[in-house]
Nanobody
Framework: QVQLVESGGGLVQPGGSLRLSCVASGFIFNNYPMHWYRQAPGKERELIAG????????HYADSVKGRFTISRDNAKNTVYLEMNSLKPDDTAVYYC?????WGQGTQVTVSS
């Protein structure tokens, strides 16, 4: 079964940091690029970060560029999203995605 399992979400204060993890199983992980999306209340789901299959190249949405870092550890079948300098506008459900496959989402709330 192809599966993406996310963890690491929670409540954090503005200016704080969180590290999200997404553990993949059921496919050859290092053959696929991976992405993070998010969906804030009342907004469309947006692509915020992507990484190539080998991890040698990344891309980011303007809204998170310079604050978020996507990475992967192919030996652990895991993709990460390091989020720094968090803002209330970052509050959303964050989703890990492979081609044709979505994770269940993990809630990130940035609030005092």
């Amino acid at each position: 079964q192809v599966q993406l399992v996310e963890s690491g979400g929670g409540l954090v204060q503005p200016g704080g940091s969180l590290r999200l993890s997404c553990v993949a199983s059921g496919f050859i992980f290092n053959n696929y690029p991976m992405h993070w999306y998010r969906q804030a209340p009342g907004k469309e789901r947006e692509l915020i970060a992507g990484i190539t299959s080998s991890g040698d190249s990344t891309h980011y949405a303007d809204s998170v560029k310079g604050r978020f870092t996507i990475s992967r550890d192919n030996a652990k079948n895991t993709v990460y999203l390091e989020m720094n300098s968090l803002k209330p506008d970052d509050t959303a459900v964050y989703y890990c995605k492979r081609l044709f496959v979505w994770g269940q989402g993990t809630q990130v709330t940035v609030s005092s």
